[in-house]
């Protein structure tokens, strides 16, 4: 069984930066496909960066440019970098850990971002 910890979240003011990481238990890390989604209030939850096992990323529109996504696996974790940020950026992160051959998936607990002046 996967499990996933978030930290690095917190209160920012627009324009200010924050680095979020995800920290995965077992061996499966290196071998697997991980996400950050996030969801605001009322809203579905969304993609916001992916990076595969070799080392993709993918971003949305609206992050591209100002979010970027690493991992390490020597470490079992997966970084968010977020510059430049929004109000409209305010939600619960969450990262996901994905290996869809083997039927895994598992997802963080969430951590709080806020971004108001």
């Known amino acids: 069984q996967v499990q996933l910890v978030e930290s690095g979240g917190g209160s920012v003011q627009p324009g200010g930066s924050l680095r979020l990481s995800c920290v995965a238990s077992g061996n499966m890390f290196s071998i697997s496909d991980m996400g950050w989604y996030r969801q605001a209030p009322g809203k579905q939850r969304e993609l916001v960066a992916a990076?595969?096992?070799?080392?993709?990323?993918n971003y949305p529109d609206s992050v591209k440019g100002r979010f970027t996504i690493s991992r390490d696996n020597a470490k079992n974790t997966v970084y968010l970098q977020m510059n430049s940020l929004k109000p409209e950026d305010t939600a619960v992160y969450y990262c996901k850990l994905t290996k869809a051959v083997l039927g895994v998936s598992a997802w963080g607990q969430g951590t709080q971002v806020t971004v108001s002046s």
């Open positions: 990076i595969s096992n070799g080392g993709a990323t």
